[in-house]
């Protein structure tokens, strides 16, 4: 994100904008040295390649689209299964605080979004998926149909680490997630 003060996030479709310029485009050219460093030391063993970008270059299911997608880049544009489905969100609109806040109405609306995109993950199959708001991201992974879900702690966007305190931020769980995604084998795969 930006070094310089922000401006307000009113919205969810310029938020959207701005995860599309500062996020998107990074994770892309992480997971796309990452499967060139394994595909050249022949490494990529049950894994196929992914490319991160908006939701529609996946399938798009009964008109349900989730605003990214992790899918397949060897299958046409719009065929491949999104294989980590997420959702943007203003934080005033969804963040993990409002997880306990007393007020019931702002408790569902945490549990909508959720559910919002779990509903995602069940379409496409999917283990995993996550939330990103303008200030954390939550990644989560599906543990059954029944709507159960396993969350990570939240990553701030402010997270930064050194070499000698390393921490995880968002791209780089970013693109933790897309290598989960490549994933086709074992207990960690992609699917369900």
């Known amino acids: ?3 310089s003060p922000p401006r307000v996030i009113t919205a969810e479709n310029p938020l959207r904008g701005k995860v599309s310029e500062y996020v998107i485009p990074r994770v892309r050219r992480g997971l796309r040295a990452g499967f060139q460093h394994l595909t050249v030391r022949n490494q990529m063993h049950g894994m196929t390649t992914v490319l991160f970008d908006l939701g529609e270059h996946a399938k798009v299911i009964d008109y349900f689209k989730p605003d990214t997608a992790y899918f397949a880049l060897n299958l ?3 065929t491949s299964w999104n294989r980590a489905p997420r959702d943007i969100k203003p934080s005033w609109k969804w963040n993990t ?3 306990t806040d ?3 109405a702002l408790r569902r609306e ?3 979004a959720l559910s919002q995109v779990n509903w995602y993950m069940k ?3 999917s283990r995993y998926g996550f939330l990103l708001t303008d200030r954390e991201l939550v990644v989560f992974r599906r543990l059954d149909d029944q709507g159960y879900l396993e969350l990570a702690l939240p990553i701030p966007f402010t997270a930064g680490g050194s070499a000698s305190q390393p921490r995880l931020t968002v ?3 970013l693109w933790y997630v897309g290598m989960l995604a490549a994933n086709n084998q074992g207990d960690g795969r992609w699917d369900m």
Do not use: S, V
């Open 76 to 78: 046409p544009g719009g």
């Open 102 to 104: 007393p007020k019931p």
């Open 110 to 112: 945490y549990c909508q």
């Open 123 to 125: 379409q496409h199959h």
């Open 1 to 3: 994100m930006p070094t």
């Open 171 to 173: 791209l780089l769980a």
């Open 97 to 99: 605080g409002m997880a």
